[in-house]
């Protein structure tokens, strides 16, 4: 029988050896974009129209770990409304280990920024983004925006960043993380965004749990784009855990 690399059970790794795992690449000098999605078995990105429905502990665990471990959290604003994103819950201490480590992380445990893309800057205020938040929120938008709607946000302490005159473009996007230093993006989807950046060839890492059940229904997968593209990965590893949770990392090969 051909023995199959880089195959791990979740439960032989701690918390640093997963860490490792999960590594940004070292001495970064453009963005490295890496996403992060969970689906079902049978290919949906979501039960009952969110994401929490298909989160297993092994999902639970690494979610939290790519967290600690990126400079920026990168949604659109789609996501942010149907999920109720809050802003990022990070270990102050766990984030300062992985910056000494090398593998990610902030040298003073800072938890890393919510960052919207959104055409229009039509969020709201009072949500948990805005009121829930260790870290203000960026919010990046276009010429398009309201000014009474910018300004109710930075009102309640968001960066609004204008990076296009209707639409965000991806590089445009990226070039915007670039000039305030944040080069390890986590992107959560949603699976619109998520395709846009595949679609420019701008995706590095894919990082996809597979939770163990069947779904059916007619919902979407994790990539929505204009165009079909075909970027080849190879699978750098695979965690299992005993429940049967599939945790795979593919990087552009």
């Known amino acids: 029988m051909q023995r199959i690399h880089n195959v791990t059970q979740l439960a032989d790794l701690d918390d640093d050896a997963l860490a490792r795992c999960y590594a940004y690449p070292r001495h970064l000098e453009r963005p490295w974009v890496r996403a992060n999605f969970v689906n079902s078995i049978d290919g949906a990105y979501a039960l ?75 969020l709201d205020p009072a949500a948990r983004l805005f009121t829930d938040a260790q870290t203000p929120p960026l919010i990046i938008t276009t010429a398009q925006a309201a000014p009474d709607q910018v300004c109710a946000l930075e009102d309640v302490g968001a960066q609004v960043v204008i990076a296009g005159e209707a639409t965000v473009m991806p590089a445009a996007l990226l ?36 939770a163990p059940m069947l779904v059916g229904g007619s919902g979407g997968r994790i990539s929505l784009s204009a165009k079909q593209f075909g970027t080849p990965m190879s699978r750098k590893q695979l965690l299992l855990d005993d429940d049967g949770t599939v945790l795979a990392r593919w990087a552009r090969r």
């Open 175 to 210: 070039r915007v993380l670039t000039e305030r230093g944040l080069l390890r993006v986590l992107c959560e989807g949603g699976p619109h965004l998520f395709g846009q950046l595949g679609e420019a060839d701008l995706v590095d890492e894919l990082c996809l749990t597979t």
């Open 48 to 122: 009952d129209g969110v994401t929490k429905g298909l989160g297993t502990p092994a999902d639970h665990r690494v979610f939290a770990l790519l967290r600690e471990l990126a400079d920026v959290i990168v949604v659109g604003a789609g996501t942010v409304r149907t999920e109720n994103y809050g802003g990022a819950r990070t270990d102050l201490q766990r984030r300062r280990a992985h910056f000494q480590h090398g593998v990610g992380g902030h040298p003073d445990g800072t938890a890393p920024p919510i960052a919207v893309v959104t055409g229009t800057a039509r």
